[in-house]
């Protein structure tokens, strides 16, 4: 006889014992039955998961059917290799043009400038303090390390590191929402197409084009970089949850919770985001999940404390641009983040415009009304989620808590920061595909091909405004016109262009727009940098001005020193201009440079001998630069010391016989000896 029985109508009981309470066995009781027909009642034996005798029983007696092995599972494991394929392809094709693309923003002090990037790697966990991308985030830091040890400073290798970060999390996404759909909890609704919603989830999430930001801005890899701990130490602690040995699994979370740590703050999301996963999806309260799992869930909180050690090392406060004693009143930023928020949510489903850097404003009540409106419903439709234990408010508390240290912690630089999505878009997204799937069921699967294709056209798009530091800043400057750092920052592409005048016009819109309450702490970069331009077209007057101006501001500004140095030499004004550069002489990296100007003010100025021991200093840090023994051989013939001052000249010709000036100096000193 032939008997099926359907998981709604039947109902499965057993022991852990055999026939004969043989250990290694289960034996389960299945009866099936409908309406007034008596039941049927199958007898299973399960050595190791197999079923290897069947015994079915009616009230009329017993039939023994002979059973084997059950089918082969379907190539589930070819499903994803073929999913895993398909993000790697569309992850290429979207970011393709980016390899090329150069160090922009605050690449230059988290790469070009960063000393511990060069040398042995464990340098690298001691990254510098203070502001940088990279200050207190150790991890991170390791990752541009070992890119330089690869490439140097060649932009390939960092470019295809940040590409492969953001494919791992994509695949590691896609693994974890499809083995959430299909958990118990999901499964009646959700589990028959967990693959598909999973990898369309994955897929939308990897083209998104907010992405860019944290995938072709090399530097904000710490973005993605901890994103991609965060969702492993996620996938470890769902294996752990229905793994027969869970000491692996956990200690892979707790491992992938430490990594985020060392590479961004937002891992200190991590522990209260896993423990409202175990409530939602696993246990049935956080009580049941905390006594379930205690262990794990102290050892997640626990890495708090080494956060705490790393944040430390930044002065609390990220150089002073982000934390509770900067400059800035928490009100004050707080109110803007009422608009933040609200654009992350445009961006999800209308991702235009995209800005690089959206520059500082500031909020108040009035301006943040219209906002909150909408945020606190919000807020408050993912508290009631969360109390009543719901997959969408824990989606919604995954949305809040990992924006929430950028979003409570006042920040001086930038209130809204698109990147600042990466990890937030995944839990939005998965709302929004998972709710068209259960008001529409496998109609809307068909409509996300072409949106994901869409999100791609609009990557391409948008990672072409990367291919230089001048149309980054050109775009950003077009969507942001009132950006005082955007245009700063314009102002120096274009002076490095040799395009003074236009510099000169950014750097005057620069100083215009400038926001008060972050000028004190960048206006004597703007008026130096000003200066330096209004140079490069002859307003000396007008550029001398802006000099004095930064040095007004910040009288320890060694770079205004030697530029306000050189302007009054340009005027011929050498007394005043000595001080300035005695001042500049801290410049490490220019100070043979300076020290020889140094010496040639004070002889124009007339102090001969301390031009002339500033000059022997010169050719003390710099034996085998000709125009340094140039320079001393023309002081002492100065100081009418014509044999010592063809033994310079002589030295100039051994380093560089061809040498004009040096052969001149050298028959001078002939002649008068």
Same mark, same amino acid.
């Given at each position: 006889?032939?008997?099926?029985?359907?998981?709604?109508?039947?109902? *499965?009981?057993?022991?852990?014992?055999?026939?004969?309470?043989?250990?290694?066995?289960?034996?389960?009781?299945?009866?099936?039955?409908?309406?007034?027909?008596?039941?049927?009642?199958?007898?299973?034996?399960?050595?190791?998961?197999?079923?290897?005798?069947?015994?079915?029983?009616?009230?009329?007696?017993?039939?023994?059917?002979?059973?084997?092995?059950?089918?082969?599972?379907?190539?589930?494991?070819?499903?994803?290799? *073929?999913?895993?394929?398909?993000?790697?392809?569309?992850?290429?094709?979207?970011?393709?043009?980016?390899?090329?693309?150069?160090?922009?923003?605050?690449?230059?002090?988290?790469?070009?400038?960063? !000393?511990?990037?060069?040398?042995?790697?464990?340098?690298?966990?001691? !990254?510098?303090?203070?502001?940088?991308?990279?200050?207190?985030?150790?991890?991170?830091?390791?990752?541009?390390?070992?890119?330089?040890?690869?490439?140097?400073?060649?932009?390939?290798?960092?470019?295809?590191? #940040?590409?492969?970060?953001?494919?791992?999390?994509?695949?590691?996404?896609?693994?974890?929402?499809?083995?959430?759909?299909?958990?118990?909890?999901?499964?009646?609704?959700?589990?028959?197409?967990?693959?598909?919603?999973?990898?369309?989830?994955?897929?939308?999430?990897?083209?998104?084009?907010?992405?860019?930001?944290?995938?072709?801005?090399?530097?904000?890899?710490?973005?993605?970089?901890?994103?991609?701990?965060?969702?492993?130490?996620?996938?470890?602690?769902?294996?752990?949850?229905?793994?027969?040995?869970?000491?692996?699994?956990?200690?892979?979370?707790?491992?992938?919770?430490?990594?985020?740590?060392?590479?961004?703050?937002?891992?200190?999301?991590?522990?209260?985001?896993?423990?409202?996963?175990?409530?939602?999806?696993?246990?049935?309260?956080?009580?049941?999940?905390?006594?379930?799992?205690?262990?794990?869930?102290?050892?997640?909180?626990?890495? &708090?404390?080494?956060?705490?050690?790393?944040?430390?090392?930044?002065?609390?406060?990220?150089?002073?641009?982000?934390?509770?004693?900067?400059?800035?009143?928490?009100?004050?930023?707080?109110?803007?983040?009422?608009?933040?928020?609200?654009?992350? +949510?445009?961006?999800?489903?209308?991702?235009?415009?995209?800005?690089?850097?959206?520059?500082?404003? &500031?909020?108040?009540?009035?301006?943040?009304?219209?906002?909150?409106?909408?945020?606190?419903?919000?807020?408050?439709?993912?508290?009631?989620?969360?109390?009543?234990?719901?997959?969408?408010?824990?989606?919604?508390?995954?949305?809040?808590?990992?924006?929430?240290?950028?979003?409570?912690?006042?920040?001086?630089?930038?209130?809204?920061?698109?990147?600042?999505?990466?990890?937030?878009?995944?839990?939005? +997204?998965?709302?929004?595909?998972?709710?068209?799937?259960?008001?529409?069921?496998?109609?809307?699967?068909?409509? &996300?091909?072409?949106?994901?294709?869409?999100?791609?056209?609009?990557?391409?798009?948008?990672?072409?405004?990367?291919?230089?530091?001048?149309?980054? &800043?050109?775009?950003?400057?077009?969507?942001?016109?009132? #950006?005082?750092?955007?245009?700063?920052?314009?102002?120096?592409?274009?002076?490095?262009?040799?395009?003074?005048?236009?510099?000169?016009?950014?750097?005057?819109?620069?100083?215009?727009?400038?926001?008060?309450?972050?000028?004190?702490?960048?206006?004597?970069?703007?008026?130096?940098?000003?200066?330096?331009?209004?140079?490069?077209?002859?307003?000396?007057?007008?550029?001398?001005?802006?000099?004095?101006?930064?040095?007004?501001?910040?009288?320890?500004?060694?770079?205004?020193?030697?530029?306000?140095?050189?302007?009054?030499?340009?005027?011929?004004?050498?007394?005043?201009?000595?001080?300035?550069?005695?001042?500049?002489?801290?410049?490490?990296?220019?100070?043979?440079?300076?020290?020889?100007?140094?010496?040639?003010?004070?002889?124009?100025?007339?102090?001969?001998?301390?031009?002339?021991?500033?000059?022997?200093?010169?050719?003390?840090?710099?034996?085998?630069?000709?125009?340094?023994?140039? #320079?001393?051989?023309?002081?002492? +013939?100065?100081?009418?010391?014509?044999?010592?001052?063809?033994?310079?000249?002589?030295?100039?010709?051994?380093?560089?016989?061809?040498?004009?000036?040096?052969?001149?100096?050298?028959?001078?000193?002939?002649?008068?000896?």
């Amino acid at each position: 006889m032939a008997l099926e029985i359907h998981p709604s109508s039947t109902r *499965l009981t057993g022991d852990n014992r055999g026939k004969g309470g043989t250990p290694g066995k289960r034996r389960l009781k299945a009866e099936a039955g409908a309406g007034d027909k008596p039941p049927l009642t199958l007898f299973f034996a399960l050595p190791k998961n197999k079923v290897s005798c069947l015994f079915v029983a009616t009230p009329s007696g017993t039939i023994v059917a002979a059973s084997s092995t059950p089918s082969p599972p379907p190539p589930r494991r070819r499903v994803d290799f *073929l999913v895993f394929t398909l993000l790697a392809a569309l992850a290429l094709a979207a970011y393709a043009g980016t390899f090329s693309a150069p160090f922009v923003g605050d690449d230059e002090g988290a790469i070009l400038e960063n !000393p511990t990037l060069r040398g042995p790697l464990w340098r690298a966990l001691l !990254p510098p303090p203070g502001g940088l991308t990279t200050s207190g985030r150790p991890i991170a830091n390791l990752s541009l390390a070992l890119n330089h040890a690869v490439s140097g400073e060649a932009v390939w290798s960092y470019h295809t590191l #940040n590409l492969l970060i953001h494919l791992l999390a994509a695949c590691t996404l896609y693994a974890v929402l499809r083995r959430t759909l299909a958990s118990p909890r999901l499964a009646a609704r959700f589990g028959g197409a967990a693959r598909p919603l999973a990898a369309t989830i994955a897929a939308l999430w990897l083209l998104h084009p907010v992405q860019t930001e944290a995938v072709t801005y090399v530097c904000q890899r710490t973005e993605s970089l901890a994103g991609l701990w965060i969702l492993l130490a996620l996938y470890a602690f769902i294996r752990a949850t229905t793994s027969a040995q869970p000491v692996r699994w956990h200690a892979l979370t707790v491992g992938a919770a430490l990594a985020g740590v060392g590479t961004k703050e937002i891992a200190v999301a991590l522990p209260p985001l896993l423990l409202l996963y175990d409530r939602t999806f696993v246990a049935s309260s956080l009580a049941a999940a905390w006594r379930a799992r205690r262990g794990l869930h102290l050892a997640l909180f626990a890495t &708090w404390l080494p956060l705490l050690a790393l944040v430390a090392t930044t002065g609390w406060n990220r150089g002073g641009t982000a934390g509770f004693d900067v400059t800035v009143a928490p009100t004050a930023y707080w109110l803007t983040q009422p608009q933040a928020l609200t654009h992350y +949510l445009r961006l999800i489903v209308w991702p235009h415009p995209l800005v690089f850097d959206h520059g500082t404003f &500031w909020g108040s009540v009035r301006a943040a009304a219209p906002y909150a409106a909408l945020i606190v419903p919000l807020l408050g439709l993912t508290l009631h989620g969360l109390w009543r234990g719901t997959a969408a408010g824990f989606l919604g508390a995954w949305c809040l808590l990992i924006l929430a240290p950028t979003s409570l912690v006042p920040g001086t630089i930038q209130m809204i920061v698109e990147h600042r999505l990466y990890l937030p878009l995944a839990a939005l +997204l998965t709302l929004l595909v998972t709710g068209a799937y259960a008001a529409l069921g496998r109609r809307s699967l068909f409509v &996300w091909p072409a949106v994901a294709l869409a999100l791609g056209g609009l990557t391409l798009a948008r990672n072409a405004t990367y291919r230089s530091a001048q149309t980054l &800043w050109e775009d950003t400057v077009a969507r942001a016109p009132a #950006n005082a750092r955007a245009r700063y920052n314009l102002g120096l592409v274009y002076s490095a262009a040799g395009r003074p005048a236009d510099a000169v016009a950014q750097g005057e819109a620069a100083l215009r727009l400038a926001d008060p309450r972050s000028y004190a702490a960048k206006a004597h970069a703007l008026h130096n940098k000003l200066g330096f331009d209004l140079m490069q077209l002859g307003r000396t007057p007008e550029a001398i001005a802006h000099y004095e101006t930064a040095l007004r501001l910040r009288p320890d500004y060694a770079l205004a020193h030697l530029n306000l140095a050189r302007a009054l030499s340009a005027e011929r004004r050498f007394a005043a201009a000595v001080p300035h550069y005695e001042a500049a002489l801290t410049l490490a990296e220019t100070r043979v440079a300076v020290e020889s100007e140094l010496a040639l003010a004070l002889f124009q100025a007339g102090r001969l001998p301390e031009a002339l021991a500033h000059a022997q200093a010169v050719v003390t840090q710099a034996p085998r630069s000709v125009p340094a023994y140039c #320079n001393l051989g023309y002081l002492l +013939l100065s100081a009418h010391r014509p044999a010592a001052a063809a033994a310079a000249f002589r030295r100039a010709l051994e380093l560089d016989p061809a040498d004009a000036a040096a052969r001149r100096g050298a028959a001078l000193a002939t002649g008068e000896r």
